[in-house]
């Protein structure tokens, strides 16, 4: 069942703060950017929200800079600004090589990094990135920004720490020292809902996320540790499996997410040695 349009309200802020005196006093409003996602429920009769806060227009938000060395990406970066990004290239190449397996070439130009976050789908391609960068969200209302760090940002399946008043702005992410690896696994390379997508850093401190493999995506602290010391590889997946909670869905078993999740360990331990 295709929905309804008529019954909609869209508000159309000028700038980012008109966007968030809207939030503020014209609440509750859904933004909307790319609508990759929301089309989707919309096309299939599922979206419930009536009243929609068009953020597409705000270029404020698209900067992509570097800040004290920090790299900070604007929340309506689309993948595409991030593929063709000289900086993002050189500073985080595991979230270029996630944005180029987020759907086909319309997608990429209309698909926004904020909206991925926003989504707060355990599959989103780029939320293990995020979490193995130690990234911080920028949250921002019409009475000032706070700074939240991405591996606090879910609490929930679909559930996030941002207030109704609150958008997401942009995100920040400190120097990575070491290899970036990242891997997705589904159905096809692209234009497919990941299995099980991983995304790690191997330095002196390695860092380990995974998503679909639990309700958020997930932080692997434990396995970390045993990474960082250098134990057999048989050791780091057996504490792994048991920091990620799989289900089965439509898309896969749990069995299948365990054992690929394993394996995406067993390849980046592999490249360290390379």
């Known amino acids: 069942m295709i929905g309804t349009i008529t019954n909609r309200v869209l508000l159309e802020p000028r700038s980012l703060s008109d966007a968030l005196k809207m939030l503020r006093d014209e609440g509750p409003l859904t933004p909307m950017a790319g609508c990759t996602d929301l089309y989707v ?59 180029r397996e987020v759907g086909g070439a319309q997608i990429q130009n209309r698909g926004t990094l904020g909206g991925n976050v926003a989504n707060a789908s355990p599959a989103g391609d780029t939320l293990p990135v995020l979490a193995a960068a130690d990234a911080a969200v920028l949250l921002e209302s019409a009475s000032g920004q706070r700074r939240v760090p991405f591996t606090s940002f879910y609490t929930a399946y679909r559930k996030t720490v941002a207030r109704p008043d609150e958008l997401i702005v942009g995100f920040e992410i400190e120097r ?78 749990a069995e299948y997410r365990r054992r690929v999740a394993a394996n995406l360990l067993a390849q980046f331990i592999a490249g360290r040695r390379a």
């Open 41 to 99: 429920s919309l096309n299939f009769g599922t979206l419930r929200e009536t009243r929609f806060l068009n953020l597409w227009r705000l270029d404020a938000l698209r900067r992509i800079a570097l800040d004290r060395d920090r790299l900070s990406i604007g929340a309506l970066a689309t993948y595409t600004d991030l593929i063709r990004s000289p900086l993002v290239n050189r500073r985080l190449p595991m979230l270029v090589a996630a944005a």
């Open 176 to 253: 990575i020292r070491g290899r970036q690896w990242f891997r997705k696994v589904g159905t096809r390379a692209a234009q497919a809902i990941s299995k099980v997508m991983m995304a790690a850093v191997d330095g002196e401190q390695p860092r380990v996320a995974l998503g679909s493999v639990a309700p958020t995506v997930v932080r692997l602290p434990r396995t970390e540790t045993v990474l960082a010391a250098r134990r057999p590889m048989a050791d780091a997946q057996t504490v792994l499996l048991s920091e990620i909670a799989p289900i089965d869905d439509l898309r896969s078993s």
